[in-house]
C-alpha cells in the first residue's frame, strides 16, 4: 500500500525530517562543491536544496507533496534555489536532459522497492548527457519488511545502476544521523 506522503506532512508526521541539511551532504560540499543545475528529488522542506544553493549551485527541488513545497517556499531564499510541486516518475518535458547532477537522500529508501527501476530510468531522463547522481543510500534500515524505509544491498544497487550509470566512487560517509552511522552507503554515479 502506497503511503499518503501530503497526509504525513500535514499530521507533521515527517521522521525522515530532521530540520537541517543532511550531514554527509554538508560534508562531501565542504571539499567539493557542486555547480551548474542540480535537482534535488523528495526534497521535503528543502533543507538540502538551501545547502546546494547555498554552495553556489541552480538548484530545483521536487516533491509530490504540496505541503512540503509549500513549506519549502515559505522559507526565505538562500540563493539560487527553487520548489516545483512534481512526481519524479513523471517529471515535466521541459525537466528532461537539464541537470548537471541530481542528489538524493531518502527518496529511494522511501519508493516501493518495485518500482526502484523507474526510478534509475527517471533519475537518468532528469540528466544531462554525462549528468552525475550522488546518492546515500540507506543499506539496512530496522522494519525491512514494513518500510519506508526499505533497505537495499550494494549487489542490488549494483545491478539497478548498471546500464544507465557508470561508479565514478562509493565509500561508507563519515557523517551521519545519529542511529544511521554504519548503515549509508555514499555514491557517486555518471550517467551513460
Known sequence: MELDW???????????DKGEPTPVLLEFLSNHPLSGKILVVGCGYGHDVRA??????????????????ALAQSLPPIANETYLLADIFHLPKELHSSFDWVWE???FCAIDPQKRSHYVEAVAVAL????K??????LNPPNLE????????????????????TLLREWQPKSAY?????REEMRLMQKN
Open 105 to 107: 537522500h531518502t527518496c
Open 133 to 138: 547522481l550522488l546518492a546515500i543510500f540507506f
Open 146 to 165: 514494513n518500510g519506508p524505509p526499505y533497505g537495499v544491498t550494494v549487489g542490488e544497487l549494483d545491478q539497478l545502476f548498471a546500464k544507465q550509470f
Open 178 to 182: 545519529p542511529g544511521r552511522e554504519g
Open 52 to 69: 546546494l544553493a547555498k554552495h553556489g549551485g541552480q538548484v530545483v527541488g521536487v516533491d509530490f507533496a504540496p505541503s512540503a513545497i
Open 128 to 131: 544531462k548527457p554525462d549528468g
Open 6 to 16: 501530503e497526509q504525513r506532512y500535514q499530521a507533521l508526521n515527517t521522521p525522515w
